[in-house]
């Protein structure tokens, strides 16, 4: 199995995120989007879930499989999945993804002293979250 998860880690907001401020992913169509459910989900609990249980939690509920089910959570990892580097949250919405010593993920708006101070933390390894554009 693949995994995503990051350790001591801050992935900060992309170079061409088009806010200053931090946004809540706005609802789009019927069905709740990717970023919508990444965002309620780390959001809601941080510092619960790591990377790898925020993007098979998401896959699961847009696909109908059970969150808990092992052999598909394996099956879903095994061929490698794109990390939170990818998501919109910092790409679009203006949020700072940091996992903590146990890869527990949680979100700081851009604007805020914390992001500012993990940021800046030269304990923690920061990453840029991957441009919109090349």
Avoid at 12 to 32: I, R, T
Avoid at 95 to 124: C, F, M, Q, R, T
Wanted: with cysteine; hydrophobic share 30%; charged share 30%.
């Amino acid at each position: 199995m693949k995994s995503t998860n990051y350790y001591d880690t801050f992935i900060e907001v992309a170079e061409d995120c088009p806010v200053e401020a931090a946004e809540a992913p706005a609802q789009c169509g019927e069905g709740k989007s990717v970023p919508q459910l990444q965002y309620e989900m780390i959001f809601k609990h941080p510092y619960q879930y790591t990377q790898d249980d925020v993007l098979f939690a998401v896959h699961a509920e847009r696909n109908g499989i059970r969150k808990n089910d092992a052999q598909e959570r394996e099956k879903f990892f095994w061929k490698g999945q794109p990390c939170l580097r990818c998501s919109s949250l910092g790409k679009r919405y203006g949020w700072g993804i940091h996992s903590d010593s146990n890869g527990k993920v949680a979100l700081y708006p851009v604007e805020s002293k914390e992001y500012k101070k993990l940021a800046s933390d030269k304990k923690l390894k920061r990453v840029k979250e991957m441009r919109t554009k090349k």
